[in-house]
């Protein structure tokens, strides 16, 4: 699946939002290995990539070939800055209705728009690929981005009181959300 937009920042810079290529395995792997050491509202840690550079190439090549699925990386003067892509949940027939949503900003680069535009560039590649359903978990700590998802259209549909286990705060409540697409 193809994603190519121009977007404007709040401070006026722009930002390409594109898919991810080969040639950005070392930059998303970076990009990853930052993200996660400035916040604990991610899935992993920095120690447990387990992709190398050419690895995580190829991961991103897959992705902006496939019909269905995509990663999408956020640059700013030919640096990455953000990354989000939308997966299937599976491709057994009750479920391949549906796909999940994640999304990552380096902090700097935080509250200049490029959580939201990414969001919405998911949502629509979501729309394109003809899932029903778009969902996501997020950390229940995380009002910033609840509030983005709610404002996108996403609705709670449950909660995991042990969702993750934090190495620095222990339990942490995921937030289930989900965004209805197409459900006829």
């Not at 939201?116 to 700590?141: F, H, N, P, S, W």
Request: hydrophobic share 35%; charged share 30%.
């Amino acid at each position: 699946m193809r994603y190519r937009e121009t977007i404007t920042l709040k401070d006026g810079r722009t930002c390409l939002l594109r898919n991810g290529t080969e040639q950005d395995g070392a930059s998303v792997r970076e990009l990853f290995a930052c993200s996660q050491e400035q916040t604990d509202n991610l899935r992993t840690y920095p120690d447990e990539v387990g992709m190398d550079d050419a690895q995580e190439g190829r991961y991103l090549q897959e992705k902006a070939e496939s019909s269905d699925e995509i990663e999408i990386v956020a640059e700013i003067d030919g640096v990455v800055v953000g990354s989000g892509g939308i997966e299937r949940v599976g491709s057994f027939e009750k479920v391949r209705h549906r796909a999940e949503f994640g999304v990552s900003v380096l902090k700097e680069y935080w509250g200049l728009g490029i959580g939201r535009a990414m969001t919405q560039a998911c949502i629509t590649c979501a729309r394109k690929a003809g899932y029903a359903q778009l969902e996501l978990d997020v950390v229940a700590d995380n009002e910033r981005a609840i509030a983005l998802y709610r404002d996108l259209g996403f609705v709670e549909y449950g909660r995991n009181p042990y969702g993750f286990r934090s190495r620095m705060s222990g339990w942490q409540e995921l937030v289930l959300m989900r965004l209805e697409l197409d459900v006829s």
